[in-house]
């Protein structure tokens, strides 16, 4: 139940194009949903996050949408770009009253955009 | 790298010695991490810290003890090391006052031979 699930594994994208990542998450306690970006290298950073109360939350060409219901949210880059290309890392936690919940991570989608 | 310096950056040690990774921050965060990123698994927690001589175990603890001893280092030993040790191991760090973003350091690659 404290899994997150993320698909798809890789992704290949044209220049210009929607580049779409999916997860899915069991555990309804659940509140908060980064996701983060790694270069080869590098550490994580963190991209854009959300919390149940809004279904989506736009920053620049990142966008996640939030599905309570469902038990899913997605990240989507819209105009992607060969600068985009990473791996990106979905997240999620708790807040245990007021102490800091730790991140449960899913595997990571590695994105690659072609010129 | 939000402050957050890692050392040493690489590592190859022999099976059964014991080797310490440390985390340093300059912000003076209170919440401290460390995660090993393995390929397939994504980012899985080790021990975490809510505070100095304050720890936890993760997800993946065996064969991992922490130490912090000042707010500022956080310090991971694999008292004898083994090749399933062999990763990337990154420290990360949160603030205080309700915040949730986690801040992850340049990371130490550690191979064990």
């Known amino acids: 139940q404290q899994q997150v699930k993320q698909s798809p594994q890789s992704l290949i994208v044209q220049k210009g194009g929607i580049s779409i990542i999916n997860c899915a998450y069991e555990?309804?306690?659940?509140?908060?949903f980064p996701w983060y970006q790694q270069f080869p290298g590098k550490g994580p950073a963190l991209l854009i996050a959300?919390?149940?109360?809004?279904s989506e939350k736009k920053e620049g060409r990142f966008t996640i949408s939030f599905n309570k219901s469902a038990k899913q949210f997605s990240l989507h880059i819209m105009d992607s770009q060969p600068g985009d290309s990473a791996t990106y890392f979905c997240?999620?936690?708790?807040?245990?009253?007021?102490?800091?919940?730790?991140?449960?991570f899913g595997k990571g989608t590695k994105l690659s955009v072609k010129p | 790298d939000a402050g957050i310096t890692q050392s040493p950056r690489h590592k190859v040690t022999e099976t059964g010695t014991p080797v310490t990774l440390r985390c340093h921050q300059t912000?003076?965060?209170?919440?401290m991490y460390w995660y090993r990123q393995d390929p397939g698994h994504g980012l899985r927690l080790i021990h975490y810290?809510?505070?100095?001589?304050?720890?936890d175990k993760g997800e993946v603890s065996d064969g991992y003890s922490v130490s912090r001893s000042k707010t500022e280092d956080f310090l991971l030993t694999l008292e004898s090391a083994t090749s399933s040790q062999t990763s990337v191991y990154f420290c990360?760090?949160?603030?205080?006052?309700?915040?949730?973003?986690?801040?992850f350091g340049p990371g130490t690659r550690l191979t064990v031979t």
């Open positions: 997240a999620a936690s708790v807040n245990y009253g007021g102490s800091q919940g730790n991140l449960i």
């Open positions: 555990n309804t306690a659940f509140d908060y």
């Open positions: 959300i919390r149940p109360d809004v």
């Open positions: 912000e003076n965060h209170r919440y």
């Open positions: 810290s809510y505070g100095v001589k304050d720890t």
């Open positions: 990360a760090i949160t603030g205080d006052f309700g915040g949730r973003e986690q801040y």
